[in-house]
């Protein structure tokens, strides 16, 4: 996937900072970014929005991220988004579960963005 195919990212973390921060950086590598603050959010983002990429906190307000990615997997678009989780959730059966639930990716906090941009662009085949 090229930045060009993933031009469109839902962003979704309860932590107005780390979010910012997100918004900044993914914007500077050339993403036209939504964001939201909680799983209810980011579905109806999604689902409005239907970007190529989304990265998603699996700990967040109202609906996790495993629950939003299992949505947006059922969605069925084609080509199906990439779907990262970074989370501070550490164990190997976090990794797994993350992974069941249809996420591509799974990177524990902190993580360096240049990381997750690479598993945004394809170029990372963690």
């Known amino acids: 996937m090229s930045i060009d195919d993933a031009a469109r990212l839902l962003i979704a973390d309860d932590d107005p900072d780390l979010l910012a921060a997100y918004v900044l950086y993914f914007s500077a590598h050339g993403f036209d970014i939504r964001t939201a603050r909680n799983g209810l959010d980011a579905i109806a983002q999604y689902c409005a929005w239907h970007p190529g990429a989304a990265l998603l906190d699996v700990e967040m ?28 959730l550490a164990r190997a059966e976090d990794r797994r579960e993350s992974l069941r639930s249809g996420f591509n990716h799974h990177f ?10 690479a598993a945004l662009t394809g170029r990372d085949r963690h």
């Open 108 to 117: 524990v906090k902190p993580v360096p963005m240049p990381v997750i941009l």
């Open 61 to 88: 307000p109202r609906l996790d991220g495993r629950a939003v990615a299992r949505r947006i997997r059922h969605e069925a678009d084609t080509p199906a988004p990439m779907l990262v989780a970074v989370t501070g």
